[in-house]
């Protein structure tokens, strides 16, 4: 099975940061990674789809890169909506998840 | 707009059987799409459980096959989710979502807003 490793797992920033999350493959996955973005009590929302493509009415300020084992999401301006957890996924295996804090 | 909307018993008794079902609006569950239940316990991660597809094509995670068994009604356009031999562990939000098929993987593009399942006697 397939394991996919995020860090960090806490990451504390302010507003106006640029954030960088990672997301390790156990075996190359080529570019079938998508990113999720969960806020308290809510359903996970679909951020980043194939490792770079932006999901429908995500802000440009996220995007994505990587392929084979190695993956990034990158927030480049980090706004006060943007405090959640996040998670990769690669079909049935997700990480552990990033919980992005207010420093 | 695609809508899921679980609805289930909030409380199973230990070794009793959870069931669950997801009524879909705003498309149609014989579409291009596999259906998902995922899982999140209390304060963890999400752990994806099965998914299948309008020709009923199944895919189980390995760790629950034993116990799980994914189905779908076309003409009430949902689908359900059985989990037996249930214990505390199993207590979690239970989640349906779509799967868009994106190559050779599914992500999840439309999700229910989650049921919270409580296994206890």
């Known amino acids: 099975d397939i394991q996919m490793t995020q860090s960090p797992s806490t990451l504390s920033a302010s507003v106006g940061d640029r954030v960088t999350i990672t997301c390790r493959a156990s075996q190359s996955i080529s570019s079938w990674l998508a990113w999720y973005q969960q806020k308290p009590g809510k359903a996970p929302k679909l951020l980043i789809y194939k490792a770079s493509s932006l999901g429908s009415g995500v802000p440009s300020r996220f995007s994505g890169s990587g392929s084979g084992t190695e993956f990034t999401l990158t927030i480049s301006s980090l706004q006060p909506d943007d405090f959640a957890t996040y998670y990769c996924q690669q079909f049935g295996t997700f990480g552990q998840g990033t919980k992005v804090e207010i420093k | 707009q695609v809508q899921l909307q679980e609805s289930g018993p909030g409380l199973v008794k230990p070794s009793g059987t959870l069931s669950l079902t997801c009524a879909v609006s705003?498309?149609?569950?014989?579409?291009?799409?596999?259906w998902s239940w995922v899982r999140q316990p209390p304060g963890k991660g999400l752990e994806w459980i099965a998914e299948?597809?309008?020709?009923?094509?199944?895919t189980y995670n390995p760790s629950l096959k034993s116990r799980v068994t994914i189905s779908m009604d076309k003409s009430k356009n949902q689908l359900s989710l059985q989990l037996s031999s249930v214990t505390a562990a199993d207590t979690a939000v239970y989640y349906c979502a779509r799967g868009l098929i994106v190559g050779g993987t599914t992500n999840f593009d439309y999700w229910g807003q989650g049921t919270l399942v409580t296994v206890s006697s």
């Open positions: 705003g498309g149609s569950i014989s579409s291009n799409n596999w």
């Open positions: 299948i597809y309008h020709t009923g094509s199944t």
